[in-house]
């Protein structure tokens, strides 16, 4: 039977209570801190806002990481966005994206929409997100676009959807759309894309050399299977 707390116990008494205690369930009321009416109004407002917040997560159909106020985007989103871009210039950066969404649109752009509404319906078609019809397919597909305005030299190949897909997954609409330029641009990954695919050679030299330097039983299998 749980022992009674006095008003102004010492810390041996708290665990003489605790070990009186028969049960789990009587431990932790040994142990939760009693919070007065006054108490419990005072952190009524910070109690409703914390829940608000939590049920806004919950209905988030993109990723279920740490949301940051006030952007659509969750913790790691910012941190990619950080390795190239400082926070003071995102409100101009969100402006120049929706600028090159406003640009005509010239026949070799009408080329590169045709086949980004088709690959945008076959990016990951499971998840809720990307679902036919869905937000996400719509902002994908404006992103895209953006992209095949920004950088004309490549405009849109197949296969820039499920990248660009994975990052909106984390983060808002233009923030993907930086973070996409980034990785191309700084990452080597725009030669994957050019015509005749001459990043995609050097990506596998790459590969190749990294996997006979750190797992060469590996490479040599491969060697001899292939």
């Known amino acids: 039977m749980l022992v009674q707390i006095p008003i102004n116990k010492s810390k041996t008494t708290e665990f ?3 070990q009186s205690a028969t049960s789990i369930t009587d431990r932790k009321k040994v142990l939760r801190p009693r919070r007065s009416f006054v108490d419990t109004v005072i952190n009524l407002p910070g109690m409703i806002i914390e829940n608000l917040f939590k049920s806004r997560n919950s209905l988030r159909l993109q990723c279920k990481c740490d949301f940051v106020d006030p952007y659509q985007s969750c913790k790691n989103a910012l ?8 926070e003071k210039d995102f409100e101009y950066l969100r402006f120049q994206y929706e ?6 649109v010239t026949e070799a752009g009408k080329e590169h929409i045709k086949q980004i509404q088709k690959d945008v319906q076959r990016t990951f078609p499971d ?5 036919k019809n869905s937000i996400g397919l719509m902002l994908l597909e404006k992103i895209l676009t953006c992209y095949s305005r920004f950088d004309t030299q490549i405009g849109y190949v197949q296969g820039m959807n499920f990248i660009g897909g994975a ?5 808002e609409e233009y923030m993907a759309f ?3 330029v980034m990785i191309l641009d700084m990452l080597g990954m725009k030669d994957v894309y050019l015509p005749d695919l001459p990043g995609l050679s050097k990506h596998l030299e790459i590969i190749e050399i990294l996997l006979l330097q750190h ?3 590996i490479y040599k299998t491969l060697v001899i299977l292939f």
């Open 16 to 18: 003489i209570e605790l």
């Open 79 to 86: 941190k990619w966005m950080s390795i190239k871009y400082n």
């Open 99 to 104: 600028h090159l969404l406003s640009w005509e």
């Open 127 to 131: 998840d809720p997100f990307f679902q």
């Open 167 to 171: 990052i909106l997954y984390h983060s």
């Open 178 to 180: 930086w973070i996409l």
């Open 215 to 217: 797992h060469p039983d």
